[in-house]
């Protein structure tokens, strides 16, 4: 991490944000450890419920997998990682979803699904009260147990809680209402025909070889890259993305 932040440079929103750059990984590092302690207990306490864990892609998957086996030896059945299905469909098949200020929650709420914000470390160096506005939010082991369990047992989601969500959505998203690609369609549209559009580029560039070669290098590494990591060599080649 420090290594690239000297490569790459410091954004200074980051900074401003998080303080002293040199803490984020040890922070990082000590809140994914104290939910893994949290989710160890979770586990323990409600045996019945599975669990399934969606990393995010350039997480260490291996470390999970190994200190799963270690830890939960006998929660084999009900806990899985899932790697290669695609998030909404897994949080499609979830009765409640747990994270941390994660772009899945507002996917969860988009679904009608009870979301836990889990900020177990005091010294977090990451929270957006956006993302967690419709959210439960838990700060201890036991807060986390008795809220899932709550919504197991068939609770509601709090009236304030919905109301965050449809803020948020209103603000960030326009609508949930399915419509958003119609949209962005028509303003691309207005702003081709409108008349003080900008000049097109010679015929010669659109037909430069070099250039679309370039272009696609350049494009086709951000998902390749991804897709390789995350679901290994053969099942990219095979386009096999399900667990």
């Not at 994914?32 to 949290?38: D, G, K, P, Y």
């Not at 082991?141 to 809680?161: C, D, F, H, K, R």
């Not at 419509?179 to 000049?199: E, F, I, K, M, Y």
């Amino acid at each position: 991490f420090l290594r690239n932040a000297k490569k790459y440079g410091r954004d200074k929103v980051l900074t401003q944000l998080y303080g002293d750059l040199h803490n984020v990984p040890k922070r990082d590092y000590i809140s994914r450890e104290l939910f893994l302690e949290a989710f160890f207990k979770l586990v323990s306490e409600i045996p019945k419920a599975n669990f399934a864990l969606k990393l995010h892609p350039t997480e260490d998957h291996q470390y999970y997998a190994d200190v799963i086996r270690d830890k939960l030896p006998s929660a084999t059945n009900n806990v899985r990682i899932i790697s290669h299905e695609y998030i909404w469909d897994v949080l499609n098949a979830t009765d409640i979803e747990l994270n941390r200020s994660c772009t899945t929650a507002v996917e969860s709420w988009l679904l009608g699904k009870p979301t836990i914000e889990m900020q177990l470390n005091p010294d977090e160096y990451y929270f957006s009260r956006d993302f967690s506005s419709g959210s439960d939010m838990v700060t201890s082991t036991e807060s986390l147990i008795s809220t899932v369990a709550n919504y197991l047992s068939g609770a509601s989601i709090p009236q304030n809680l919905v109301e965050a969500r449809a803020k948020f959505l209103e603000t960030w998203c326009n609508s949930p209402d399915g419509t958003s690609t119609n949209a962005v369609a028509d303003h691309v549209h207005r702003l081709l025909t409108q008349h003080n559009r900008s000049p097109r580029l010679p015929n010669s560039h659109a037909r430069n070889w070099k250039r679309i070669i370039s272009y696609y290098l350049l494009t086709s590494g951000d998902h390749i890259g991804h897709d390789f990591r995350v679901y290994g060599l053969r099942n990219t080649l095979s386009r096999k993305y399900v667990d």
